[in-house]
């Protein structure tokens, strides 16, 4: 299984950027797909998830109203749209997969079962 997450860079407060998970090597028909972050000093955070099973998503409550992640099944690819970026999004964000249907992803990365490496996003004020 293979994890490929792009589409980070720098940009201004207030911007929007869209972040994309290219997942391959992967056949399992219940699993979840999750957006993590990590800043300097702190731990790596679930940002946003969403389920395959019943498409059930979840947003971290910094994040509600301004990122909207969804999934394209016939491209294996999920999505992280970032509408209104503020300076504390700045981290780096990674992709991760968990297999199976119990949705584990908002209560942390431990649930998660794949991870791809990160791509930085960079909001100046």
């Known amino acids: 299984v293979q994890l490929q997450a792009y589409g980070g860079g720098t940009v201004q407060a207030g911007d929007s950027l869209r972040l994309s998970c290219a997942v391959s090597?992967?056949?399992?028909?219940?699993?979840?797909i999750g957006w993590f972050r990590q800043a300097p000093g702190v731990n790596r955070e679930a940002v946003s998830c969403i389920s395959s099973t019943d498409g059930t998503t979840y947003y971290q409550d910094s994040v509600k109203g301004r990122f909207t992640i969804t999934h394209d099944n016939a491209k294996d690819t999920a999505f992280l749209q970032m509408e209104n970026l503020k300076p504390e999004d700045t981290a780096v964000y990674y992709c991760?997969?968990?297999?199976?249907?119990?949705?584990?992803?908002?209560?942390?990365?431990?649930?998660?079962?794949?991870w791809g490496e990160g791509t930085q996003v960079t909001v100046s004020s």
């Open positions: 090597g992967f056949f399992f028909a219940d699993y979840g």
């Open positions: 991760a997969v968990e297999v199976g249907g119990n949705f584990y992803c908002p209560k942390g990365e431990a649930g998660m079962d794949y």
